[in-house]
């Protein structure tokens, strides 16, 4: 008798094999890289990976990208997405992922349509939205355009998807969640293309420390970063010099969040 993962996943490539031709909306995660590695598997070159770049996007995730796609051996493009050009997007409302992927499926259904392609399909899993602070608005775009959610129809969740990504031997297969650089925006603090940058070299500095999983909020001058508790004491005693290399990039203030990493922690407060 076939597993309950091995079912999850006999699903995903049937689902997958059902779409046709079809676009993956594509970030370079582990999930729509496994996703991709699949699709490409079943379908060949009817599969077309498309990322999505904007200033949002840390720096180096889109050549990773580049990488991981010609490591998968599937065909790839890049699009320039304008969700800055939209005010509402720039205001920072709940809404806000809602805009960036409207903007982002609505430019990949046109492709589709203009091209030939049957579909459309996004990364989206079976675990996404499940917590309280897990908010997903950009789900909602999704399903205004149709966009199909192969990982969560076949019911895979975030663990499965790590050990399929492990047996493609996707490098990403570990990779901690990347979502854009705004999501570490308050909401109502209007987004300026500076701040993300300030975000993005926070980011990557404690990153080169170690600190593989970790959030820097932005409060105007103030950083609050956010790392796993059990890290907490090992990011205090660097405390000194992360404090001179993020006054670097323009925060006056550090501070360090004692309840640690948590998911959609600015949904919270």
């Known amino acids: 008798m076939l ?17 046709g031709r079809v676009i993956v909306a594509y970030s370079g ?7 991709l590695a699949v699709a490409h598997e079943v379908l060949g070159r009817d599969v077309l990976a498309v990322t999505g770049s904007s200033p949002s996007l840390a720096q180096g995730e889109l050549a990773s990208a580049v990488a991981l796609a010609a ?11 304008h969700e800055f050009d939209d005010p509402r997007y720039r205001r920072n409302e709940r809404d806000r992922c809602y805009r960036c992927k409207d903007e982002l499926f609505s430019q990949l259904t046109a492709l589709a349509r203009e091209r030939g ?10 675990d996404d939205g499940r917590s309280p602070l897990d908010v997903r608005p950009g789900r909602v775009a999704g399903l205004r355009h149709g966009v199909r959610s192969p990982l969560a129809e076949a019911g ?32 109502g603090t209007a987004i300026e293309t500076d701040m993300l940058r300030s975000i993005d070299l926070a980011e990557r500095y404690l990153r080169a420390l170690g600190f593989s999983v970790v959030r820097v909020r932005h409060f105007g001058a103030t950083a609050r970063i956010e ?9 205090g005693a660097k405390r000194p010099d992360i404090e001179r290399a993020l006054r670097a990039v323009g925060y006056a203030e550090v501070m360090i969040d004692p309840r640690g990493y948590r998911t959609g922690s600015l949904n919270a407060g």
Do not use: M
Not at 74 to 80: G, L
Not at 117 to 126: I, L, M, R, S, T
Not at 227 to 235: H, N, S
């Open 227 to 235: 790392v796993p508790r059990e890290r907490l004491a090992e990011l």
């Open 29 to 35: 995660g582990v999930d729509s890289a496994t996703l």
């Open 117 to 126: 392609y049957d579909a459309v399909a996004d990364g989206f899993n079976a």
């Open 156 to 187: 895979l969740g975030k663990d499965e998807i790590r050990g399929l990504a492990r047996q493609f031997e996707l490098s990403v297969w570990d990779k901690p969640a990347t979502p854009c650089l705004s999501s570490r925006v308050p909401y």
């Open 71 to 81: 490591r998968i051996g599937a065909r790839h493009e890049t699009i320039d997405t």
């Open 3 to 19: 597993s309950s993962r091995a079912n999850s996943v006999r699903g995903l490539y049937d689902i997958v094999r059902s779409l």
